[in-house]
């Protein structure tokens, strides 16, 4: 296995399965399927996360919902073609997986590394009560030629800091993956709920080459 994408791009978390298997896509005969995860923050608020997982799992693991697992693997990026264009979806890859007895030890557990590169100009704001912000798009490489697109955002010092960075530069980040609701606009009468993932930054780096 090349390592290069489990080297840039490490996730670890824990929480209770809520949601059935569903079966996604085939790969050279390798079925792969998904079910969504609900992990705690430190906050005591919750996130649903999206997780893909291979077959080859399911021997040493059955999948039910209101089990509690322990999760390493990978977030990952995909674009799902559809009638009306192409959609970024993120999910969690696993790469290990095992039972937990509830979530007393891995309450705070959401951790997630990636090294990559800044592949759109960081979108620095404040919000009306005066708390900075900075979004950033962020190319992590894979095995195979293949790359992550994985949003991120930054707070207070952290959303100052990546408001001077360039397309290009390469940084490297850790925080957690959480879950965000927000409403799409579809047309003049039309307003659809939808949920977005990304990579909240409690640190980052610049890495000079």
Same mark, same amino acid.
């Given at each position: 296995?090349?390592?290069?994408? %489990? !080297? #840039?791009?490490? =996730? ?16 050279? /005969? ?12 430190? %906050? !005591? #608020?919750?996130? =649903? ?16 919902? /209101? ?16 009638a009306v264009g192409s959609k970024l979806m993120l999910t969690v890859f696993v790469r290990d997986i095992e039972e937990a007895d509830g979530l007393t030890d891995y ?22 009560f005066g708390r900075e912000i900075a979004d950033i798009l962020l190319a992590v490489n894979r095995a195979y030629n293949k790359s992550d697109y994985i949003p991120c ?57």
């Amino acid at each position: 296995m090349n390592s290069l994408g %489990s !080297e #840039n791009n490490k =996730i670890k978390m824990a929480g209770e399965i809520v949601s059935e298997l569903e079966f996604s896509h085939e790969v050279y /005969g390798e079925k792969f399927y998904t079910f969504k995860l609900e992990t705690k923050r430190l %906050s !005591e #608020n919750t996130d =649903i996360i999206p997780i893909m997982i291979s077959e080859k799992f399911f021997p040493s693991i059955n999948i039910e919902v /209101g089990k509690f697992v322990l999760i390493g693997g990978q977030f990952r990026s995909y674009n799902n073609f559809t009638a009306v264009g192409s959609k970024l979806m993120l999910t969690v890859f696993v790469r290990d997986i095992e039972e937990a007895d509830g979530l007393t030890d891995y309450a705070s557990s959401n951790n997630v590394y990636l090294n990559g590169y800044i592949c759109k100009e960081p979108v620095y704001r404040t919000t009306p009560f005066g708390r900075e912000i900075a979004d950033i798009l962020l190319a992590v490489n894979r095995a195979y030629n293949k790359s992550d697109y994985i949003p991120c955002i930054a707070w207070g010092r952290n959303a100052k800091y990546a408001s001077a960075l360039s397309v290009g530069d390469n940084i490297s980040v850790w925080g957690r993956v959480q879950s965000r609701e927000y409403q799409k606009k579809i047309n003049e009468e039309e307003v659809e709920n939808r949920v977005a993932y990304e990579v909240s930054i409690s640190k980052m780096e610049l890495n000079e080459e």
